[in-house]
């Protein structure tokens, strides 16, 4: 818990700030007692934080929705939450009867899509929903660490894996998945199809005492992504935004549109001014992630090493080396 809220309490001390200047506030929601309750959720978000739908947007550098923008990814953050205080009891359950608790996150989604729950709320629903769909994912992680996988033959998992990922791939085709391709949308497809495909990759699970030669190149990128995961994932909807709605603003040049519209409509300088962007939340934001980490906060934390200069009288074999 300690990892996972201070960069969430970085993202709400900025946004929930700046919907508060543009106009958010208790009568937002009609029930002012609840808008008030409800910020806790960006404190301890066991469930979803609330946000402005409207806002007035900040003119040539973030849209209108850009509070929604900011909100949406915060349900896995509360479904994250959720599996951290629950990981105790599935564990307990996991060492007990395996393959029942292995199985019953499946259940529950295959419950809620039946359609034999109308009592829940939607909030309520929210939560179980996303619970259900990546719960049996996250108890394979534990199933892995705590050896019931070894149990099986070596042919079960690639014989089955593949077979319960067709049934996944069946169930949202059979649910209008042609029409936009959004497995999201169809949440039991979605549990079924993440539990086949992780149950392979913990499978195949390969384990490196060092880099591979041909991904050693990689290793500075992966090591600062693992190290701002987070930060990455809170802020990337908000750069996303902002990279496009500062580009448009492009076609007002005509030089622009009149000489380089392939390169207006194209979508890589938007890719491209999006990362850009990300890097610097990384290193206005990231620092966040060190200190819940009870590490020294650094401003890009790639894994490579600098060498200080050597002191005074130490001579050659007195440098040391530290991370960056």
Same mark, same amino acid.
């Given at each position: 818990? @300690? ?5 969430? /309490? ?26 008030? $309750? %409800? ?33 949406? #990814? ?7 939450? /959720? ?11 996991? @060492? ?15 419950? &809620? ?17 996303? $619970?259900?769909? !990546? ?41 209008? $998945? ?16 993440? $539990? ?9 699970? #390969?384990? /490196? @005492? ?7 190149? /990689? ?16 802020? %990337?909807?908000?750069? &996303? ?11 007002? !040049? ?18 491209? !001014? ?10 206005? !934001? ?20 600098? @060498? ?13 080396? %530290?991370?960056?």
């Amino acid at each position: 818990m @300690r990892r996972l809220l201070p960069p969430l /309490w970085v993202l709400g001390a900025v946004g929930v700030t700046g919907m508060v200047l543009q106009g958010w506030g208790p009568d937002a929601e009609g029930y002012p007692g609840w808008w008030w $309750f %409800h910020l806790l959720y960006w404190i301890v978000p066991l469930s979803d934080p609330p946000y402005a739908a409207e806002l007035a947007g900040v003119p040539g550098i973030l849209g209108e929705s850009w509070g929604e923008n900011l909100a949406g #990814p915060l349900w896995y953050l509360r479904a994250y939450l /959720w599996y951290v205080m629950l990981s105790p009891l599935l564990l307990w359950a996991l @060492r007990r009867v395996p393959w029942l608790t292995l199985v019953a996150p499946l259940a529950l989604s295959a419950l &809620i899509a039946s359609g034999n729950m109308p009592w829940i709320s939607d909030r309520t629903n929210s939560a179980i929903t996303d $619970f259900s769909t !990546f719960g049996a994912c996250w108890i394979l992680g534990m199933a892995h660490q705590e050896g019931v996988l070894r149990r099986l033959p070596r042919y079960i998992i690639p014989s089955v894996a593949p077979v319960i990922m067709a049934v996944g791939l069946w169930w949202a085709l059979r649910e209008g $998945f042609r029409t936009g391709y959004d497995l999201d949308s169809i949440p039991l497809a979605q549990a079924v199809w993440s $539990f086949g495909a992780v149950l392979l990759l913990l499978h195949i699970s #390969p384990s /490196w @005492r060092e880099w591979p030669p041909r991904l050693r190149a /990689w290793a500075g990128t992966i090591t600062l992504l693992n190290s701002r995961a987070v930060t990455v994932y809170l802020w %990337h909807n908000l750069c &996303i935004l902002g990279a496009a709605t500062m580009w448009n603003q492009l076609w007002g !040049f005509e030089i622009m549109w009149k000489h380089l519209p392939w390169l207006m409509e194209s979508w890589v300088p938007v890719l491209l !001014f999006t990362w850009a962007l990300i890097a610097a939340c990384i290193m206005l !934001f990231g620092w966040a992630e060190d200190v819940a980490a009870k590490r020294r906060p650094r401003l890009w934390p790639n894994g490579t090493t600098r @060498r200080k200069a050597p002191r005074a009288g130490t001579g050659p074999g007195g440098t040391r080396s %530290h991370r960056g």
